[in-house]
């Protein structure tokens, strides 16, 4: 299993450009989530979606969209890009019952200048 | 309001000897409680969980403790190891809008010295 995969590594973007930060899960977990971490914070969660074709807001969903075809994947779009969104975005996912606990991607640095 | 509060950004304790994080929260709501580590340039990695009914849970060198009255938990790592050195997050867990959902501490950073 690899688990939850995420591209690209990193990525810099001007402002006002667009993009796709992408997901993968090979867990086949319903759950799926998108959190931004700005530096010395905690996580904040973008958007989540509990199984393919349903998605919702999470607490900082503005300038931010998703989509949820299949289980596996869960791409995060940025559509006009601004220095506010730059920060290092992780996906998750995890199944449902258990204790809570969500399995994380590497991350996503995003850099907006 | 849903908050999760880890007041020590920096902590260092020496190797072989007890490492002790601390978070405070405010909502009785949470159902678990959950510790990640994060390594630089990687995810956040599932450390260890304790239930809200619970005031102890241990598992192996980490031990996490629950004292609900206080809305109060720690993190307890016993002996302290050079690879322990990382940044510890707590996060509770809630269930809303039918789904399950983490918040976060700030998280601490943890030095372990040889």
């Known amino acids: 299993n690899a688990g939850v995969t995420q591209t690209p590594k990193f990525r810099i973007l001007k402002i006002g450009q667009s993009m796709t930060l992408q997901c993968t899960q090979d867990m086949n977990h319903n759950y799926m989530y998108w959190y931004r971490q700005d530096p010395g914070m905690g996580l904040k969660l973008i958007y989540y979606?509990?199984?393919?074709?349903?998605?919702d807001k999470g607490e900082v969903p503005n300038g931010y969209n998703v989509s949820r075809s299949t289980t596996e994947d869960f791409p995060l779009r940025l559509e006009l890009a601004a220095p506010s969104q730059t920060s290092v975005y992780f996906c998750a996912s995890r199944l449902s019952g258990g204790k809570g606990e969500q399995y994380f991607g590497p991350g996503t640095r995003l850099t907006v200048t | 309001d849903q908050k999760v509060k880890q007041v020590s950004p920096f902590l260092s304790f020496q190797e072989g000897r007890i490492s002790i994080l601390n978070c405070d929260y405010t909502?009785?709501?949470?159902?678990?409680f959950l510790w990640y580590k994060k390594y630089p340039a990687e995810g956040p990695t599932f450390l260890i969980s304790i239930s809200s009914i619970k005031d102890k849970n241990e598992d192996g060198r980490f031990t996490v403790f629950l004292n609900k009255s206080a809305k109060h938990l720690s993190l307890h790592i016993v002996p302290s190891q050079p690879g322990d050195s990382a940044v510890y997050f707590c996060a509770a867990s809630f269930f809303s809008q039918g789904a399950q959902k983490l918040v976060f501490g700030q998280g601490t950073r943890l030095t372990i010295n040889p």
């Open positions: 909502n009785s709501m949470f159902d678990y």
């Open positions: 979606s509990v199984g393919a074709g349903i998605t």
